[in-house]
């Protein structure tokens, strides 16, 4: 089970840092990722980690503003996001699976605005 906080409202050059627990077993191949959907808008991949080796990747329209991360002992994805924009304002959701693409556990999402 995901569990995400940590949205809000926030201004354009702003930041924020999502959280996502997990309770149950993570094995070391798996990937935890962040997505979002914003208004009107299709659900959009922002980045991954891989759980065991730390690998990240992320989507061209974050890469540079935002830094997944995770904490093995806590069980815990970060996204910390800086330089917000108003289009990245959405529905941001964390995902595990085998891959990027293939998340088969969801957290609830949580909301993040950013005003211009």
């Known amino acids: 089970q995901l569990q995400a906080s940590g949205g809000g409202l926030v201004q354009t050059g702003d930041s924020l840092r999502l959280s996502c627990s997990a309770s149950g077993r993570l094995l070391s191949s798996w990937s935890l990722g962040w997505l979002r959907q914003g208004p009107g808008k299709e659900r959009e991949f922002v980045a991954n980690i891989r759980w065991g080796a730390g690998t990240t990747y992320y989507s061209d329209a974050v890469k540079g503003r935002f830094t997944i991360s995770r904490d093995k002992g806590e069980k815990t994805v970060y996204l910390q996001m800086d330089s917000l924009k108003p289009e990245d304002t959405a529905l941001y959701y964390c995902?595990?699976?085998?891959?990027?693409?293939?998340?088969?556990?969801w957290g609830r999402g949580t909301q993040v605005t950013v005003s211009s």
């Open positions: 995902a595990a699976g085998t891959q990027i693409g293939e998340y088969y556990h």
